[in-house]
């Protein structure tokens, strides 16, 4: 790793790196998961588990980009929790290939009905209790949004304290051994969009905060429909087109919700972990500078593979390097409200939350019209030598464009 720049601990787990992977794309498998703990990526995080495996929804139920080109990638899907159960998760062959990378392993879970999740804890418990070192934490999924006639528990806040307190109440978070045989628990929840909403979930999270010791913000934007206009259907086939919205359609949503819930959890030992459109070194900064201890990569995972934790972690390394930052702690949950840049400075260019991917694409097409342009006056000038009207050829060029 180098230099150190980005260690930080998660609810009490020390990761070499803040950057590490979301649960769900190229997570399935043993293999897809020994990748990225042989990439940089902080940790490694398992598909969400359910008690029993399951095939997921029908294909095709994952398209990116779908919502035009020049923009930062972004995704839809409803996988519908494709997984191989949580004793695939928790088997010797996945554990032991995940440990031999040396990273942290989390295992995500998110149980079709409460007491599958409450079984398979029970599970991680029996490995635990044999080895403590082999799973570093629990991931507890609260926002999937797409099994069908099933509601997003993190938007019933009943229903959500329910299974708070009775998930608290396992043994796993209150070992009465060692404090350090005590599982660290993180709750994935779901994107808020209305103050009160951040307000509740909070309160529910710091009502558990001796068991939750931090949250991931946020899961995908559920019931989104993306269209094909050309073929004048839904993009995706499960759930009448009905998906979660991921990538960086929800950057500026993730960053609100990271913040949201920074504001309200700082200072009382419940970490923020931050998920949702990070493409480049500059988005993990931006989530960060928000209040996030560390950030996951879902999306861009999917698109570019395992490399996207070496490329987006040595973006943020550079970055921090130039900014003079040493450490993540010294600019986390610093982000300054508006003000007007000093000396008369211009608001840099650019659109708002463009990753730098976005920017080089954006900055390529300005390139090509340019070239277009020249090549057109070019073809102007020697028509105008060779006598034929050069307003003539402007106007055809023009218009053939
Ligand atoms: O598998 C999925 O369809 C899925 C899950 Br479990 C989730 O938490 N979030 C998401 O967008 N898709």
Redesign the pocket.
């Known amino acids: 790793m180098g230099s150190g720049r980005l260690e930080t601990v998660v609810g009490g787990i020390a990761l070499e790196n803040a950057v590490y992977n979301a649960?769900?794309p190229r997570t399935g498998r043993v293999e897809a998961l020994r990748k990225i703990g042989e990439s940089r990526a902080g940790a490694v995080v398992s598909?969400?588990a359910t008690l029993v495996s399951q095939s997921?929804?029908p294909f095709p139920?994952y398209r990116e980009d779908a919502l035009g080109a020049g923009r930062a990638p972004g995704s839809i899907?409803?996988?519908?929790?494709?997984?191989e159960g949580i004793d695939y998760y928790l088997s010797g062959s996945v554990v032991d290939a995940v440990k031999a990378t040396g990273k942290p392993y989390i295992v995500?879970l998110?149980g079709l009905k409460l007491a599958d999740n409450l079984e398979m804890l029970n599970r991680v418990a029996e490995v635990r209790d044999r080895d403590p070192t082999r799973i570093a934490g629990v991931e507890l999924?609260l926002?999937?949004?797409?099994?069908p006639g099933k509601p997003t528990v993190a938007y019933d806040f009943e229903q959500m304290e329910d299974v708070l307190s009775q998930v608290a109440e396992h043994p796993l978070f209150r070992s009465s051994k060692s404090s350090s045989s005590k599982c660290p628990l993180g709750v994935?929840l779901a994107p808020y969009f209305d103050v009160p909403h951040f307000d509740r979930a909070a309160e529910l999270v710091l009502r558990h905060k001796d068991v939750v010791r931090y949250v991931v913000t946020t899961?995908?934007i559920?019931n989104a429909l993306v269209v094909d206009a050309e073929h004048e259907m839904a993009a995706i086939a499960p759930k009448g087109g009905f998906?979660?919205l991921?990538g960086g359609y929800v950057k500026q949503t993730a960053l609100a919700n990271v913040k949201a819930l920074y504001d309200r959890l700082e200072g009382s030992g419940v970490d923020v972990v931050g998920v949702g459109g990070v493409a480049s070194g500059t988005d993990a900064f931006e989530l960060i500078l928000c209040g996030a201890k560390a950030v996951q990569v879902?999306t861009t995972h999917w698109t570019e593979g395992a490399g996207c934790f070496d490329r987006i972690s040595a973006e943020l390394d550079a970055l921090m390097k130039k900014k003079g930052y040493a450490s993540i702690e010294q600019f986390r949950g610093k982000l300054k409200p508006y003000s007007k840049p000093k000396g008369g400075a211009k608001q840099p260019k650019g659109h708002l939350g463009e990753g730098d991917a976005a920017r080089a694409e954006r900055l390529a097409l300005a390139v090509k019209r340019m070239h277009a342009l020249v090549m057109l006056l070019v073809v102007a000038l020697a028509a105008t030598a060779m006598q034929v009207p050069a307003i003539q050829v402007l106007i055809e060029g023009l218009s053939s464009r």
């Open positions: 649960s769900g598909k969400s997921g929804n139920r899907n409803s996988e519908g929790l494709p997984n995500s998110s999924n926002a999937c949004p797409n099994i994935k899961n995908t559920g998906g979660g991921g879902g």
